[in-house]
């Protein structure tokens, strides 16, 4: 993929001067230095003031293109007609950004005739016999999202549409729902043992670690003992189980959940154009159709064994790392979603809930619904890839690549990888970029500094857990990431709510990660202590500052 993506990203050649013509930048670096950063910045800017995404993310490839065009007058044309014909053809073209797509539409298919075959609405009625309530409803969600932990973006579409009927029984905000989808997909995914993640992390360490003299270490190693420095990831999660079980919001999400409650409206009013519309409606099951659960769980159920078994099957090797570090995460994908697809079609003949025609209408209608979403999520790659050409990474990069204490690396690390996550919108890109450059960087200062020992490789650890856990933060708060994209799409919330919504508890706890956890592990302090008084951090703060709606 391009940007979003489960590819590795090329490494950078960090460069000279900051003060040279876009021109000059091509031709002797790997980056356009300030320019970099425009496109990105300029589209998150605009969607967060216009709130509507499309105009936005062209805009900035716009940009984008035209700095690439030098800024020319001609160029301003050119950019204009290589947006469409260069970028967005590239982004669609990718083979990983594709299986993408068809994945998307693919389960929206099935949750198209699940819904129509009575099968959703039965699951609901089960599952709302214990989430009778507000909360117990959230924390189903929660549970869920635990559940499908080995995909991020199966975790997203598969919770945020099977809870959404329920969520909506019990008057919880679609705000809402999209912020424990989305806090419970990527956050999990990256720390959980056999994910779809697993394999190109320590891909990503072991490349990274080759040719560092001194270094010798065993890359899956290195990666396990970097989980409990993953403070960001661990503490997302944390946070979503403390404003569950207390009940209490705050910011904007607090006005979103009291609108629910008391005034009955689950979905803000439209402000930009919604993610998914009202084609699902046209899918609810006529009357005297059988509620049957079975005819949804079991369509799910072979979407994510069949993933799981995917992974595995297109993996190589005779150990478990081998296996999912040549694992093909795409064919798994593809593989799910069909099956999935075939499975609701079978359920559905045998039970006899739907004709042939009111059956492919069913999947037809699903699949139109995720259109707008498909569009966002290929125009996001496109930008993706002006900030790859561009460099935007390599420049912010180099901005902190000389100012880095071996005690700080790890609290640097995190912000560099935030900051380049949430204007790229791609956490796979940022770890693809990052780790190369940051880990032989952390090696080199513990080294000038004689840091070397084992008592010190926990600096190593938390450096690595900082790149992937401001990857993940950055990813989780941009409105041009994809995940962030599906959460809303999944939930059919509007986009730019979600964004607006969940950035002040990601901003929390990435706050406390940097202060109670990659701040003082740099300097020595262990993670057993750093993990428990962070976590009682953020339940204390969800206390005093979230109120009860």
């Known amino acids: 993929m391009i940007n979003h993506n489960r590819t590795p990203l090329r490494g950078l050649v960090l460069c000279s001067t900051l003060l040279a013509s876009p021109l000059t930048f091509a031709a002797e670096s790997s980056h356009f230095g300030w320019v970099s950063i425009l496109p990105p910045a300029l589209a998150i800017a605009l ?15 716009w940009v984008g293109a035209w700095a ?12 204009l007609l290589e947006s469409f014909e260069v970028h967005v053809v590239a982004a669609l073209a990718d083979s990983g950004n594709a299986s993408v797509v068809l994945f998307s539409m693919m389960i929206g298919g099935m949750v198209g005739i699940i819904s129509k075959n009575g099968g959703l609405q039965g699951v609901v009625e089960r599952i709302v016999g214990f989430a009778d309530s507000a909360r117990r409803a959230s924390l189903a969600t929660v549970a869920m999202g635990l559940a499908i932990f080995f995909d991020d973006y199966a975790n997203t579409l598969v919770v945020g549409n099977t809870m959404r009927p329920v969520t909506d029984r019990m008057q919880v905000s679609r705000e809402k729902l999209a912020y424990l989808v989305d806090s419970t997909a990527a956050p999990i995914a990256s720390v959980a043992l056999v994910t779809t993640w697993v394999g190109y992390e320590v891909g990503l360490i072991r490349d990274s670690m080759e040719g560092i003299a001194g270094l010798d270490a065993n890359a899956y190693f290195v990666f396990l003992n970097s989980i409990a420095y993953s403070f960001y990831p661990l503490f997302a999660l944390v946070l979503v189980f403390a404003v569950v079980l207390s009940g209490r919001d705050f910011g904007p999400m607090h006005t979103a959940e009291r609108r629910a409650r008391v005034e009955g409206r689950v979905a803000p009013e439209a402000v930009s154009t919604a993610l998914v519309d009202d084609d699902m409606q046209q899918v609810q099951p006529a009357e005297g159709t059988r509620r049957l659960a079975r005819n949804a769980i079991v369509p799910v159920a072979t979407l994510v064994v069949s993933m799981v078994a995917g992974l595995f099957l297109s993996g190589e090797g005779e150990t478990l790392q081998a296996v999912l570090e040549s694992a093909d995460a795409y064919k798994a994908l593809l593989w799910g979603s069909l099956l999935g697809v075939v499975s609701a079609v079978i359920m559905t003949m045998l039970h006899r809930s739907l004709s042939i025609p009111e059956l492919m209408g069913a999947w037809f209608t699903g699949l139109r619904s995720m259109l707008l979403a498909v569009v966002i999520l290929v125009m996001a790659w496109a930008l993706g890839g002006i900030t790859e050409e561009l460099g935007t990474a390599g420049f912010l990069s180099e ?25 790229t919108g791609s ?10 450059l940051m880990l032989p960087l952390t090696w080199a200062l513990m080294s000038t500094n004689g840091m070397t020992g084992v008592e010190h490789m926990p600096i190593l650890y938390a450096s690595v857990a900082a790149v992937l856990g401001g990857a993940v933060w950055g990813d989780h708060c941009s409105p041009i990431s994809d995940t962030t994209i599906l959460s809303s799409m999944a939930s059919q919330c509007d986009h730019i709510e979600h964004v607006r919504t969940q950035l002040p508890y990601a901003l929390f706890a990435g706050i406390i990660a940097i202060v109670l956890g990659t701040l003082p592990a740099g300097f020595g302090v262990p993670w057993w202590l750093c993990l428990p008084v962070g976590a009682l951090a953020l339940i204390v703060g969800m206390r005093m500052i979230g109120r009860t709606v």
């Open 47 to 61: 969607a967060l003031i216009i709130r509507q995404v499309v105009p936005a993310l062209f805009i900035g490839i």
């Open 68 to 79: 690439l065009n030098d800024f020319t007058l001609v160029g301003l044309f050119t950019g």
């Open 399 to 423: 901005l902190l690549g000389d100012r880095l204490h071996p005690g700080l690396v790890p609290t640097l690390v995190f912000v560099l990888a935030a900051a380049t996550a949430f204007s």
């Open 427 to 436: 956490s796979w890109g940022t770890m693809g970029i990052l780790l190369p």
